[in-house]
């Protein structure tokens, strides 16, 4: 199938260079600025083949290989739409020759001459995915929002009415490349003053020393009178690398659980604990990770140990598959899940009351924000972090907060 793939991909390459360098050509008559225009194109070709030879699997993903996917995607997506509407312009042009010369209009030739209007369209087509992935690479990987939802429940205990949740998740350490910025994260985080605090796993990419530059600076979240506690996501068992040998990949694993006791979380592994207050508990269960299309080490039987449908229940699992293909359905009935995962895909448009759209939606039936099924709630939080695209666009970092009520 690559032997396929590879010549399509490099078609089209080719073409897309072909039809922006004749829209480049057409909105500027300027010899030097053409000149510069290849020069410059040539260079980032140049620079990302350099980047993808030198890339080595069992590193991972690096700051390097995230610039030059955040390189690649500023050059191509916007390519992509210039070439559409120019090829879109070349067939009208083949379809009005070939009605010219059937009807017998040999006068005039057989295409007709490119409008300049329809390459400045293009361009300025083209500009607007190219501004909003450049912000998303610089400003929007860092523009955290604060997200709050209050949630009713029936069987809530009394003594837990009011009850608050911070909730953060994929922070993938690993990529990020602004103290600045984290720092005034946490501190929104610590702003929210809620009742407990939780992380929904993905605390680096692959491996446990990314996380050791940060982990004076989440240690700063402050802990609350219910605690810290936290899970394990996919990335989190170091399997998208391959490793020397096997003894290798558990010593980083265990690092990475250790990193939980070094900023002050409580890592929960298929256990639950009970939170007390005047007399009355509900319980906060963490299983390992649970994906439909990726490491199933969760186990909710084990997790919920003597639970039974009529205690209280926050479930921490990291993958939304889970509760869609599981949890959801289980008898025993729990009320809350917290997920993460998705990032929104890093990439969409969410206009509150208007719309809420990402590829990723395809993929996942709950992907961002809150969803309910007879009084069961996931929340999916839209992600900490970012991972592969070096960057946000219209999908940004979130921290959750949550506020149980009685009801």
Not at 46 to 67: K, N
Not at 253 to 265: G, Q, T, Y
Not at 291 to 298: E, I, P, R, Y
Not at 333 to 355: A, D, M, N, R, V
């Amino acid at each position: 199938m690559r032997y396929i793939i590879l010549p399509l991909l490099l078609i089209f390459f080719v073409v897309s260079e072909i039809y922006t360098f004749i829209a480049v050509k057409e909105a500027a008559k300027s010899r030097w600025f053409h000149w510069a225009y290849l020069a410059v194109t040539l260079l980032i070709i140049a620079y990302i083949v350099y980047s993808f030879t030198q890339f080595d699997r069992r590193q991972g993903q690096t700051r390097q290989t995230l610039f030059t996917i955040g390189l690649l995607l500023l050059t191509v997506v916007p390519k992509l739409l210039v070439t559409i509407v120019m090829l879109g312009e070349d067939i009208v042009r083949v379809f009005s020759g070939t009605i010219r010369a059937f009807s017998g209009q040999t006068g005039q030739p057989f295409f007709a001459e490119r409008r300049r209007f329809v390459s400045l369209a293009a361009l300025g087509v083209a500009a607007v995915p190219f501004l909003s992935l450049l912000y998303g690479v610089t400003e929007g990987k860092y523009h955290f929002k604060v997200r709050k939802k209050t949630l009713t429940f029936p069987d809530l205990p009394d003594a837990f009415d009011g009850f608050t949740i911070t909730q953060i998740s994929d922070v993938h350490s690993g990529s990020f490349d602004d103290k600045e910025k984290i720092e005034h994260a946490i501190d929104l985080i610590n702003g929210q003053k809620t009742d407990i605090v939780l992380f929904t796993g993905d605390i680096v990419n692959t491996h446990a020393k990314e996380m050791h530059p940060w982990i004076d600076t989440f240690k700063r979240i402050h802990t609350p009178a219910f605690g810290k506690y936290s899970v394990l996501g996919n990335h989190d068992y170091g399997e998208y690398v391959p490793w020397p040998t096997e003894a290798e990949k558990q010593a980083n694993f265990n690092a990475i659980k250790d990193l939980h006791r070094k900023i002050d979380f409580k890592l929960l592994l298929n256990e639950h604990i009970k939170l007390h207050k005047d007399g009355q508990e509900i319980a906060l269960v963490g299983v390992e990770n649970w994906g439909h299309n990726f490491k199933k080490a969760g186990d909710l039987n084990k997790a919920s140990g003597t639970l039974g449908k009529d205690d209280f229940k926050i479930l921490m699992s990291h993958d939304p598959s889970h509760w869609d293909l599981e949890v959801q359905h289980d008898p025993r009935h729990y009320q809350l899940t917290l997920s993460g995962h998705t990032h929104g895909f890093q990439f969409g448009i969410e206009i509150p009351g208007f719309i809420k759209w990402s590829p990723v939606q395809y993929v996942y039936k709950q992907w961002a924000g809150l969803y309910n099924n007879l009084g069961r709630y996931i929340y999916v939080n839209r992600g900490f972090g970012f991972h592969a695209y070096p960057g946000r666009v219209g999908i940004w970092p979130e921290i959750t907060v949550l506020t149980l009520k009685k009801g």
